[in-house]
Nanobody, 127 residues
Framework: QVQLVESGGGLVQAGGSLRLSCSASGRTFRRYAMGWFRQAPGNEREFLAAINWTGSKTYYADSVKARFTISRDNAKNTGYLQMNSLKPEDTAVYYC????????????????????WGQGTQVTVSS
């Protein structure tokens, strides 16, 4: 069993930056791909970025490519999402997730591919 806890959200002005962290319990996390999603009020949960278990492969949604960077530190059991050039439309609850199929070659991008989820952290971008 893996538990995920996000942190680093908050209020930031447009154009600013935030770095979200996803701290995982359990040694198996380092063998799982992980991803970041967000959900704004009234909207469906949206895929943002994913990274494979070694950190060698990443994939981004077009909406955040070139602004967001996903990374991980398996020694610390932690994943990250660096968010730059934030816009008011980035306002949402941000979730990290892990895919428990160990050492997958592909980078999962669909919600149903993830079976561990954090509680989410609020990001609010003011104009």
């Amino acid at each position: 069993q893996v538990q995920l806890v996000e942190s680093g959200g908050g209020l930031v002005q447009a154009g600013g930056s935030l770095r979200l962290s996803c701290s995982a319990s359990g040694r198996t996390f380092r063998r799982y791909a992980m991803g970041w999603f967000r959900q704004a009020p009234g909207n469906e949960r949206e895929f943002l970025a994913a990274i494979n278990w070694t950190g060698s492969k990443t994939y981004y949604a077009d909406s955040v490519k070139a602004r967001f960077t996903i990374s991980r530190d398996n020694a610390k059991n932690t994943g990250y999402l660096q968010m730059n050039s934030l816009k008011p439309e980035d306002t949402a609850v941000y979730y990290c997730a892990a895919d428990s199929r160990e050492k997958r070659v592909v980078v999962p991008t669909k919600i149903y591919e993830y079976d561990y989820w954090g509680q989410g952290t609020q990001v609010t971008v003011s104009s």
